[in-house]
């Protein structure tokens, strides 16, 4: 563990040479964080962000998305693909806002202990590990590392995590490894170098920063 924590601080490092250290930027609130990370699941960033936003356009508000049916929500998000099933998932999570607190927030999370909080969210159904870390990260700045398709790929392929990890299992073992206060930085950069340069196929390993620890 030392040793890949050692080599994980060495690709940080490379990585913000190559690509610097990214800024954090006024990020969404925690609630709108959690239903765009949903819409996001199974699908690229230009269809989840084309379903959030005719979400918000047809529902201003979250107690308006609340009143919806479950039908009238998955017709206004088709575009992000498994809209049956993410307009239940998000009508759950707020269910169980105004159910236990009374209200369609969820800025508190921000406030509780990274452990608790993931522990509580885990709870809600279609909500896993990636989902919950990139809330608490863009939207809390907590020091948690979301593992998204382009990391789980470039992660195995630097022997961070083994090749047959699942996305969970990687999300365990990278929570352990990265270096404390790089969970933002080394997670923007290693996305940027999965889309750039190591790509899913035909990576571009001539020339790669970090070819000398790759293993495949």
Known sequence: ????????????RILEREFGIPER???EDPLSSLVHTILSQNTNDTNSGRAYANLRERFPLWEDVLEADAEEIADVIRVGGLANQKSVRIKGVLEWLRDTYGKLNLDFICDMETAEAILMLLKLKGVGLKTINVMLCFSCGKDVFPVDTHILRVTKRLGLVPANASADRAHEIMGQLFPEGKAFSLHMNLIGFGRAICHARKP???GCPLIKHCIV
């Open 1 to 12: 563990m030392n040793e890949l924590k050692k080599k994980l601080a060495e690709i940080n």
């Open 25 to 27: 930027r006024e990020d």
């Open 204 to 206: 571009e390993c001539e």
